[in-house]
């Protein structure tokens, strides 16, 4: 499916050619047929002598209505480039034409329209010559030039047959899988609720699948699903879309939204760019303002895809930008819009209304604002403009950090040659995988690139294992006595989310970084030693317990005698077990005491409180907290006063 785009000055003919091709009167709006000119996007289709249908959007030509040109020109496939043959080469032509170049749209016909009105042939020369100077060095230089005339029909079958020969050299839409539309239309239709239309690319869309409309973040349905006035089960990549959405209201959206499949388009309002500074010659009519360099901090209309928001110049690397130069710019937004790599862009000064440059998008999320003159900068963003498959990987893995590995493909926008360049990368050990299931997936590229491991930057990781090493040693020198650091407490002060924070702990784990014990975490070389001092007051708690050990002292006792941290220390090294909140046992004597009153059950079939108090001639006390102790381990379970095996 194809659409193609009209462009050209106000007033030559684009929509009346349009409706001589198709039948259809693109002019929807009273105000535009009252005023016999363009305002906003109009739309309509044609079948090419081939019997393909092609989707059609006329766009305004009036410098007051350029925006509006800007919403639908940026997905089309093909411009339609008109030039009325009574006036040739004029203002908006110059600037349509800088925009399509900047847009990179280099498939189309040239239509010289109005050919009737020009009685002498040697002027339709002229005019046909003065379009391909204007045409020289631009995207358009090689396309055909079509003389034309909505009114007589002439060469309008020639024309349809230019636009099918280019249609059939240029590539079909690619289907990445991630379906977007963004917005140029919104409307209600009576019974059937909130319709937006718009060119679907990367991806199909089908009836009743779940989307996401960004950036308003709402969710919605497809209800329906149609593409030139007919209704469609699923629309493929290229295709002008009309989509009937269910659970948002018309009210709720806008041009340049984009509507796509949930979880994976970020909106951003901070975006990297290459930016081209059209030269002066382009607005003649402005005298010496086009001369200026653009200057740092600049205010700019920026457009994309549909969107139009305003913007703030941010020059990186340089003081200023001369016409006709190319530069590293960061462009601060006063709204989010939601874009990927790869996305092109037009800027336009908003007074005078002017286009004064445009490009490729390369960072759609640099997460901060750059430090205008750092190296490391520029060459991060040479590296994504060089388009090595393995350096875009890495920039895009060294920013999303931690990530997993089927969004950091998705955001580096690499196609089937993702899995090859996330298999070097891992291969050099500049990308690292965490989390348990890290290893097994390494062996199948094609498995793991779809996959939620997580992964991470070589240097995200070398930081994060020293900020580990810091915490930990902060905690075993504040606290010497305790085993490990809580997991918990870790986690906190790392500020991670818990998937990553588990998945890192994984990983640090098995590089030795740490001792994972559970509901603990300590350094591999930290051991818990008691002072001199310490051991001489444990010494003599124990032998209190080797004197009498089935009424050894009690939890408080052990603790004004030994301090809360050193008792700690002798239950976690199980020098004492803990059978209740204030009995305690040497674990020699515990363990005999649970051999004897298995051994009284295997003999008796059961074991009761009195029993066992006088099977070790101690008090009530400890007799019925060490039966409570084996009810609640497992040992022994109770049956009225008497205990049984369990």
């Given at each position: ?30 105000e ?7 305002i ?14 092609v ?12 925006e ?31 925009i ?7 498939t ?49 079958a ?31 239709v ?6 937006v ?19 308003p ?13 007919k209704?469609i ?131 759609p999320q ?51 040659t ?26 199948d590229?094609?498995?793991l ?13 070398l ?180 205990r049984?095996?369990?």
């Open positions: 499916m194809r659409v193609i785009g009209t462009a050209g000055h106000v007033d030559h003919g684009k929509s009346a050619l349009v409706l001589a091709l198709t039948g259809i009167d693109p002019d929807r709006l009273r535009e047929k009252e005023r016999g000119l363009t906003d996007l109009g739309f309509a289709w044609l079948t090419l002598p081939n019997g393909e249908s989707g059609v959007i006329d766009v305004p030509g009036h410098r007051d209505f350029i509006n040109m800007l919403a639908g020109v940026g997905s089309i496939d093909a411009t339609l480039f008109v030039v009325a043959a009574d006036e040739s080469v004029m203002p908006q032509t110059r600037e349509h034409l800088a399509l170049d900047l847009l990179e749209i280099d189309g016909v040239v239509a010289i329209t109005k050919a009737d009105l020009v009685e002498n042939e040697e002027w339709l020369d002229l005019v046909v010559e003065d379009v391909s100077e204007t045409l020289a060095g631009t995207v358009l230089e090689d396309v055909p030039v079509v003389l034309t005339s909505a009114e007589t029909e002439r060469g309008l020639r024309l349809l047959g230019a636009l099918e020969d280019v249609l059939a050299e240029s590539q079909p839409h690619p289907d990445r899988g991630r379906p977007r539309l963004p917005i140029d239309r919104v409307f209600s009576s019974g059937f609720g909130t319709v239309t718009g060119t679907l690319i990367d991806g199909c869309f089908e009836t009743g699948q779940e989307v996401e409309i960004q950036p973040g709402l969710k919605a349905r497809i209800r329906g699903l149609e593409t030139h006035k209704r089960e699923r629309a493929v990549p290229g295709s002008r879309v009309a989509i009937n959405l269910s659970g948002v209201d018309k009210g709720q959206l806008k041009r340049g939204d984009v509507v796509t499949s949930p979880g994976w388009l970020r909106a951003t309002s901070l975006v990297d760019v290459r930016m081209r500074y059209l030269p002066d010659i382009l607005w003649p009519d402005l005298g010496q303002f086009a001369q200026r360099p653009l200057r740092h901090n600049t205010r700019l209309k920026f457009y994309t895809g549909a969107a139009e928001v305003m913007g703030r110049v941010r020059l990186l690397g340089q003081k200023a930008l001369m016409p006709e130069q190319v530069g590293w710019v960061q462009i601060e937004l006063k709204e989010p819009v939601a874009m990927v790599r790869g996305d092109h862009y037009i800027v336009r000064l908003p007074s005078p209304a002017t286009t004064v440059g445009g490009g490729i998008i390369f960072d640099p997460g901060r604002k750059h430090r205008r003159f750092q190296s490391p900068v520029i060459d991060r963003l040479e590296t994504l403009a060089e388009g090595s498959p393995t350096g875009i990987l890495l920039q895009t893995l060294r920013r999303e950090s931690p990530v997993p590995v089927k969004e950091l493909i998705e955001a580096a926008r690499l196609g089937d993702g899995p090859r360049a996330l298999e070097q990368l891992l291969r050099e050990e500049q990308a690292l995988l965490v989390g348990r299931a890290a290893v097994r997936e390494v062996d590229m094609d498995r690139a779809s996959s939620r491991t997580l992964i991470v930057s070589r240097e995200w990781w930081r994060l294992a020293q900020r580990i090493v810091d915490a930990l040693a902060s905690h075993h020198e504040a606290l010497p006595l305790r085993k490990g650091m809580p997991r918990e407490a870790l986690r906190s002060s790392l500020r991670l989310a818990p998937h990553v924070f588990d998945a890192a702990m994984a990983r640090a784990h098995d590089e030795d970084v740490l001792v994972d014990e559970g509901a603990t975490v300590r350094l591999p070389s930290h051991v818990v030693e008691l002072k001199p001092e310490q051991k001489q007051r444990v010494a003599a708690l124990m032998a209190q317990f080797r004197r009498d050990p089935y009424a050894t002292p009690s939890v408080k006792e052990c603790v004004e005698q030994v301090g809360e941290e050193v008792f700690a220390v002798l239950i976690s090294r199980r020098d004492l077990v803990q059978v209740s909140s204030d009995v305690v046992f040497l674990p020699e004597t515990y363990e005999e005491m649970v051999g004897r009153v298995r051994g009284r059950i295997d003999r008796e079939g059961s074991v009761t409180l009195g029993e066992a108090r006088d099977m070790f001639s101690s008090s009530r006390k400890y007799a019925q907290a060490f039966l409570e102790h084996l009810d609640d381990v497992g040992v022994t379970k109770r049956l009225g006063d008497k049984v095996l369990a």
